[in-house]
């Protein structure tokens, strides 16, 4: 295996040519001033990973040739389904970052009571585009082929009563428990919580929900450092880190 991991919306197999977009050539021609039969990498989510030859047409266009699938990700052990209530900054950009690192399969971004993060229109549309790009990008990195879905936001009472999963879990600061790990479910749904924390009320109606809490220690945690915290923890115990 050799050469830049990049990702494509193209159907991918063996001896087909696909034409790179516009951000695949700027990267792999001007940036790092590769040339034509230059070895590349393509993944486009299926759960494979292609080596390829790069085609340069000129400096703003070229494709890639694929020879063939080199890598497949093994199945995975725990889907889990981030719900994070939307942070400000370049907070949220963090945390899809390295939750799509940690193996996070889905995230639902969330509006909450404390939530000081409003969204609408087109705004919200081009939030959504980059906050998958940002995934994308951590796909390319990690060396993960398997490109997590990041869904349109959804207010916090709507999604914790209409998720399904194994086991709901809740991040918050009080009636926390251990992790107990006798039983291990297929699927999990984490959610995390605002800079300000959840609303008493809100608490009351995750719980409802059949949402637990969950312990991470004597120390409040950071929404970005909780969400992180929290996978990790779920990942070794359950998941695919040992």
Not at 34 to 42: A, E, W
Not at 102 to 117: A, F, K, N, Y
Not at 141 to 158: A, E, I
């Amino acid at each position: 295996m050799s050469g830049p991991r990049i990702y494509t919306s193209e159907s991918l197999a063996s001896s087909t040519t696909i034409a790179l977009d516009d951000q695949a050539v700027t990267h792999l021609v001007r940036v790092l001033r590769m040339k034509k039969g230059d070895d590349v990498r393509l993944f486009n989510g299926d759960g494979s990973e292609y080596q390829a030859q790069l085609i340069i047409e000129s400096k703003k266009s070229a494709s890639a040739s694929v020879t063939h699938a080199i890598r497949q990700d093994a199945p995975l052990k725990l889907e889990i389904h981030l719900g994070q209530v939307i942070s400000k900054g370049d907070r949220m950009d963090f945390t899809i970052q390295k939750a799509t690192e940690l193996g996070v399969t889905d995230i639902t971004p969330l509006t909450s009571e404390r939530c000081d993060v409003r969204l609408k229109g087109d705004r919200m549309e081009k939030k959504l585009e980059h906050w998958q790009k940002v995934a994308i990008s951590a796909c390319e990195q990690s060396g993960r082929n398997t490109v997590p879905v990041v869904h349109p936001p959804k207010s916090l009472s709507d999604w914790s009563s209409g998720i399904e999963a194994d086991r709901k879990l809740l991040l918050h600061p009080h009636n926390q428990k251990p992790l107990v790990s006798d039983q291990s479910p297929e699927s999990i749904a984490l959610l995390v919580g605002p800079e300000g924390g959840f609303s008493d009320i809100e608490v009351t109606q995750c719980q409802e929900a059949g949402f637990d809490g969950l312990l991470l220690g004597p120390r409040i945690l950071r929404t970005e450092t909780a969400a992180l915290t929290a996978l990790s923890v779920l990942q070794y115990v359950w998941g695919d880190f040992r």
